[in-house]
């Protein structure tokens, strides 16, 4: 008896998934912001902070995602990234997707909604990237073990910082990836319009959130 495989899906066919997920998480989060509002207002000092701490998390987020495209843009498929910011986390780009997501969710200025944001991009995120793992180990077997067992999967480990005396550069990729995280600033123009339209008393409140 022959053993059956199930079949396997390669890296592009897994971003494909990822963006879909994000995509809907994304809608079904927006429609939840537009029901609630932060605690005191959309006026209030706590909405103002939290808002302005989200955009410094989105700017983060940004500058952080471009680091790490210097160092893995083109690669992923041809070798194991092991310096940079991927000797302390085999996904740095997820981490700062995470803080970007946070951001995201901020502009609600609610805490809560920023922080369910990045409880979404985590869900979507681990299912990926357990079957970038997946296609990892089928193309680079033992090398891809040791890294694996070495470097954390997300949170960072600093003590295990290693890096590159020079880098070999795609300034394509690195202006794509820069394209892609401007896309969290589209967040402020779209929650403002739902400041504006709770201000007006067009949406109905259901809750009020920290």
Known sequence: MTATHRPTLDLSTVQKIRKAGVLVALVGLVGLALVTQSIGGVDGEWHEYVENTGFLAMILAIVGRAWCSLYIGGRKKSEIVDRGPYSISRNP???????????????????????????????????????????????????????????????????????????????????TTIRDGLVFLLAIPVFELIDAGQAAQWLHIVARLP
């Open 93 to 175: 780009l997820y981490v700062f997707s995470y803080i970007g997501a946070f951001g995201i969710g901020a502009q609600s200025g609610s805490v809560t909604i920023g922080l369910a944001f990045v409880l979404a991009a985590m869900a979507v995120f681990y299912l990926t990237v357990q079957r970038e793992e997946a296609f990892l180990e089928r193309e680079f077997g033992a090398v891809y073990a040791v890294y694996k067992a070495r470097t954390p999967r997300f949170w960072p480990r600093f003590s295990l910082w290693r890096d590159e005396e020079e880098l070999t550069i795609r300034p394509a990729l690195f202006l």
